[in-house]
């Protein structure tokens, strides 16, 4: 059944206080990724054991380096690879990448916004919200009509809805992408480096829109991300994953206090720590000819 | 040697995988095509992209045949004194022959590469991941209306090709060489069987429209998801569909018009 919370939604100008987070999670985990493994071949694995677990209604944050397995966590719960090894349980109910019935029925209460949007670049940008309330309901045209429009007034961009897509800016595309996301008021809601790319604006917008829409919708999020203050601003709690695994978890003002090397490095962004900057090569003057 | 048989082995190990992918995949289009006539709004705007994008070259390709055919015909027929034949021979030459074979070259190399690209971008613009993640099935939504497409669209140009053709053949035969009108278009009327002749091209012509939408959505589909990918899927539509219509050609013939 659609729920229509967003109908007076406005973006605020500053962050909403952040609700306070019971530590630790309790019982309550909408996902749970347990002892998990994967590599996109044999030669090369991603996720290297880890667990994880998002609490139902809360915003948890995945942080880490590129390539570190963050949009791949998101992949394995929508259940597009299967695991290599451990299961990823989806409201009580393991995931299972082969089974496509199971798979369609977990999606319909999932969301996910794109790192680049994915918008359908042959649709308006009112059809792109419109086209998951056109594919998986019966509902009559004005009332799709409706919740486009008041998807789109949550995201700021109602007054664009006639658009076509290559006439919108990237941040624009990422937000009509997010209420493309939101258009069947999912229970899960996965944001993929949803602050990538946008102006210090369009960011503290994102980041507000991001919480409030968890709260006002009572889902749980999970936002895949780099940007360690935007986050840490939102969410409720955080992982830290680094080379495949993870490194460090708690809430923000925990992680933030932490005195862990790689937690340090990330946070501080420091160029030299446990995490090495450069790609294991030779040394440079080796390379150039010019060592003794 | 042993390399070589290796390599040999290896090779057409792969080449049954591939046919094999192949295969499946044309049976999942067959299987999703019911769904998609009863959404049947999705399937005619793919009919009218499809033929759209291929209207242009399909009538102009048909009014140069038509043209070059009777005057080929007429300086071969006059010799014999068969002249008042040529409306007949350029009427079959199309209708059995040349307009689907050429009309399904061209759509091919104009709609066909079209599709592969759309699909080849939509996947490396992670559209279709995006509809995956949304439990919509892009082979149900997108892939299986644009194939019934390519099939109803390729009939109507290769009958638009034939006509225009005919049309051509007329200018030239009637107009400028000087020949009967009556005489052009009552022995088409008198020896061309409709069923026969007309219904047996249009059924190779939607043959071809199939084994055309195949080839270039599969390449789409399946395309690496990058420039190159796209770049390299787009030119093995063309090739691929191209020997795949003038192999079925022959063997159409053959089964269609093995009697005189």
């Known amino acids: ?292 | 040697m042993t390399d070589a048989l290796a390599g040999l082995g290896r090779f057409s190990l792969d080449a049954l995988r591939a046919l094999g992918h192949a295969a499946f995949f044309f049976v999942d289009l067959l299987r999703f095509s019911p769904a998609a006539l009863r959404r049947f709004d999705l399937v005619v705007a793919q009919v009218h992209a499809i033929g759209n994008r291929s209207l242009l070259i399909i009538g102009a390709s048909g009014l140069a045949v038509g043209f070059v055919l009777a005057l080929q015909m007429y300086y071969a027929l006059v010799t014999y004194g068969a002249a008042e034949s040529l409306g007949l021979v350029v009427n079959l030459a199309l209708v059995r022959e040349l307009g689907p074979v050429v009309a399904a070259l061209l759509f091919a190399g104009r709609a066909g590469t079209s599709l592969t690209a759309e699909i080849g971008l939509m996947k490396a613009g992670e559209q279709l991941a995006a509809m995956e993640l949304m439990a919509i099935d892009p082979r149900a939504r997108v892939l299986a209306p644009r194939f019934l497409g390519g099939i109803v669209a390729m009939p109507i140009l290769a009958l638009l090709f034939s006509t225009i053709g005919i049309l051509g053949a007329y200018v030239v035969a009637v107009l400028l060489i000087g020949v009967d009108a009556g005489n052009f278009w009552s022995i088409m009327q008198a020896k061309v069987d409709v069923w026969r002749d007309l219904g047996n091209g249009i059924v190779k012509s939607a043959v071809f429209g199939l084994i055309c939408t195949f080839v270039a959505l599969y390449q789409g589909y399946e395309c690496r998801a990058t420039p190159e990918g796209v770049s390299q899927a787009t030119t093995h539509t063309v090739v691929i569909a191209s020997l795949g219509v003038l192999c079925m050609d022959f063997v159409l013939t053959a089964l269609l018009f093995s009697t005189p």
């Open chain 1, 1 to 292: 059944m659609a729920r229509f919370p967003l109908l007076t939604a406005t973006v605020p100008r500053h962050p909403a206080p952040r609700r306070e987070c019971p530590s630790p999670l309790s019982a309550d985990a909408f996902i749970e990724i347990d002892h998990v493994s994967f590599g996109y071949d044999a030669s090369r694995t991603i996720l290297n054991d880890v667990s994880l677990r998002f609490e139902r209604g809360k915003v948890t944050a995945i942080l880490g380096g590129s390539g570190c397995g963050k949009t791949t966590l998101l992949r394995l719960i929508g259940g597009v690879h299967p695991v290599s090894r451990g299961r990823v349980v989806f409201d009580g109910e393991t995931v299972d990448a082969a089974d496509q019935a199971q798979l369609y029925r977990l999606r319909r209460r999932l969301g996910l916004l794109f790192q680049f949007g994915a918008l359908f670049t042959d649709l308006s940008v009112f059809d792109n919200v419109a086209f998951p309330l056109r594919e998986h309901t019966d509902l009559d045209e004005a009332l799709v009509r409706d919740i486009v429009l008041m998807k789109l007034n949550a995201v700021g961009l109602r007054g664009a809805a006639g658009l076509r897509i290559a006439e919108v800016s990237g941040g624009m595309a990422r937000r009509i992408a997010l209420a493309r996301a939101i258009a069947l008021d999912p229970e899960l809601i996965m944001y993929d480096e949803p602050f990538a790319g946008l102006d210090p604006i369009s960011m503290g917008v994102a980041a507000n829109l991001i919480r409030k829409l968890n709260d006002s919708t009572e889902a749980t999020s999970v936002v895949v991300s780099h940007d360690v203050q935007e986050c840490f601003a939102i969410c409720d709690y955080a992982y830290l994953l680094s080379q495949g695994r993870v490194v460090a978890h708690g809430e923000p003002a925990q992680l933030n206090a932490s005195q862990q090397p790689e937690v340090r490095q990330f946070i501080r962004g420091e160029p030299d720590g446990p995490v090495r900057f450069h790609y294991p090569a030779p040394p440079l003057a080796e390379d150039l000819g010019i060592a003794p």
